[in-house]
């Protein structure tokens, strides 16, 4: 299950992971924490879903931070209390009872839109809260994913993209490539992918959005960026082997597994996120 801020985001992050999925006859789907069903961006959403294989929409209403339009007369994500948010996403999870949930990562993907990273944020907590039947009772049998994929972009993999987005006024943010637990070669799905990026027709018009950007370059060009996906690795089920790093076995415990040290770095630990975006309510920008 693809949990995204926005539509076309499932489609730039993940959509060779979700088409190559879908080929293979795994069950996929996407939630899209923003815009509302009646927009005409969720017809697109429809469409790009379908060229990916990856079922109906499944979308959650919220106000986009940046555009009134998304869902008139809701509230924005980026305001709705985390914990409405949280249930919300607990409700889809043991609805739909995936193995694997891929998200955003903590830098909020190449240019930190507020949406992405409260994404990226209540996704973690909602995996961590699925499998405990005393929360959320009203969201269905508990359920427990195995893994948090937050797809990145690691310096290395944005050399094409950086001019780019540059040239139009934008940022980049990527994380070192110590960071990156998963790269998946998806030029086997390059095509699907394309089609629901394009499938995003607003977006692609746009001359500042990454569709109407990949759009305008060489086909070339255009199949290395999206070649190759990549993704931090967070173990959600508890894992046992693990408990020398906390009790110590009388050697050297400096060998956390790379997607839980870089969770740590990233978010100080789950409990203690919940406790700090708590008190942010509202203002997480």
């Not at 955003?104 to 930190?112: F, V």
């Not at 060489?218 to 967070?234: G, K, N, S, V």
């Not at 110590?248 to 100080?268: C, F, K, Q, Y």
Request: include cysteine; proline fraction near 6%; charged fraction near 25%.
């Amino acid at each position: 299950m693809g949990v995204f801020a926005h539509p076309d985001d499932e489609s730039l992050l993940a959509g060779g992971v979700l088409a190559q999925h879908a080929a293979a006859h795994s069950r996929t789907s996407v939630v899209t924490m923003t815009w509302a069903p009646d927009t005409p961006r969720a017809a697109e959403l429809a469409d790009a879903l379908k060229a990916l294989g990856a079922g109906a929409p499944r979308m959650l209403g919220y106000g986009d931070a940046r555009d009134e339009r998304s869902a008139p007369g809701r509230e924005r994500l980026v305001d709705a209390p985390l914990d409405q948010v949280i249930a919300d996403l607990v409700q889809q999870l043991r609805t739909f009872r995936p193995d694997i949930v891929i998200t955003h990562d903590a830098l909020g993907q190449l240019t930190g839109h507020p949406d992405h990273r409260r994404t990226h944020q209540a996704v973690l907590l909602a995996v961590q809260d699925a499998p405990h039947a005393q929360l959320h009772p009203q969201a269905g049998e508990p359920w427990q994913p195995r893994a948090v994929y937050c797809a990145t972009h690691p310096e290395s993999g944005v050399r094409d993209l950086r001019p780019l987005l540059e040239a139009v006024g934008k940022t980049v943010l990527a994380v070192p490539d110590a960071y990156v637990t998963t790269t998946v070669d998806v030029t086997s799905a390059v095509e699907s992918k394309w089609a629901a990026i394009v499938a995003h027709r607003g977006e692609t018009a746009r001359a500042r959005s990454l569709p109407g950007i990949l759009d305008r370059q060489p086909a070339d060009i255009r199949r290395r960026i999206l070649a190759t996906e990549y993704f931090t690795r967070h173990a959600a089920a508890p894992d046992r082997t693990a408990r020398a790093d906390l009790i110590g076995t009388g050697n050297s415990t400096d060998h956390v597994v790379l997607g839980e040290s870089a969770l740590r770095r990233n978010i100080g630990g789950a409990a203690a996120m919940r406790g700090q975006l708590q008190g942010r309510e509202g203002r997480v920008n």
